[in-house]
């Protein structure tokens, strides 16, 4: 049995590069979240899988960031042009359904110089 | 919108002993989930306890267990017998338990640390 897994762990670009970061969900999980948190604060909700399809979007997830879940099966969540602002740990969770506690992945770390 | 507080940036509490972490939370929902989470150094978010709201029983999980206050919209955890391995910083949640929404909203976390 694994938990959720994230890909890269580390990532560190260029302002303006883009960036794509993979996460794999617990295999009979049907709900995928993303959510990004910065150093001393909590998680903040990015946008949010059930199967393959977004059901959900924060206004945090500007027009640069997109997320796909092609076969309701791992999910994408990709950066365009890259700003500092945007250096931040990326959270990926799932879960089986909506009562149950939401899995975390060990994250994605951005840096962006 | 739902929020939650966490008061308390950092607590401390000596090993063998027992510490309580504070969350308080507003919602007009009646019926939605509450977490703590735990997310040690470097390492990923942990799923600690969960409570439903419609449960009046605080859930308990081994050492870990939470006194669920739902008029006063508090969710306090309890840590007995602290161990080394409990220091992490410790993030409550809340999730409403109907609607479309399914995200959880976090507090801004506490540090916990153990001294030996």
């Known amino acids: 049995d694994t938990g959720v897994s994230q890909d890269p762990r580390h990532k560190i670009t260029k302002r303006g590069q883009n960036v794509t970061f993979r996460c794999d969900p617990i295999?009979?999980?049907?709900?995928l979240y993303w959510y990004r948190q910065t150093l001393g604060q909590g998680p903040e909700f990015l946008t949010y899988?059930?199967?393959?399809?977004?059901?959900?979007k924060s206004r945090l997830l500007s027009d640069r960031f997109s997320a796909e879940r092609p076969k309701g099966s791992f999910s994408t969540l990709e950066i365009q042009r890259t700003e500092q602002g945007d250096s931040a740990m990326y959270l990926c969770?799932?879960?089986?359904?909506?009562?149950?506690?939401?899995?975390f992945g060990p994250g994605t770390r951005l840096t962006v110089t | 919108a739902q929020t939650v507080t966490q008061s308390q940036p950092e607590m401390s509490v000596q090993e063998a002993e027992t510490v309580t972490l504070s969350c308080t939370y507003d919602?007009?929902?009646?019926?939605?989930?509450l977490f703590w989470y735990k997310q040690p150094p470097s390492r990923q978010m942990i799923l600690v306890i969960r409570q439903e709201a419609y449960k009046q029983q605080n859930a308990t999980e081994n050492r870990f267990s939470v006194n669920f206050q739902k008029a006063a919209k508090s969710f306090s955890l309890k840590i007995s017998d602290s161990q080394l391995g409990d220091a992490a910083m410790y993030f409550c949640a809340y999730r409403p338990r109907t609607g479309a929404n399914s995200k959880l909203t976090f507090g801004k976390g506490i540090t916990l640390s153990v001294r030996p």
């Open positions: 899988f059930q199967n393959e399809a977004q059901l959900e």
């Open positions: 919602t007009s929902e009646s019926d939605y989930y």
């Open positions: 969770a799932s879960s089986l359904d909506k009562g149950a506690g939401q899995y």
């Open positions: 295999s009979e999980h049907n709900r």
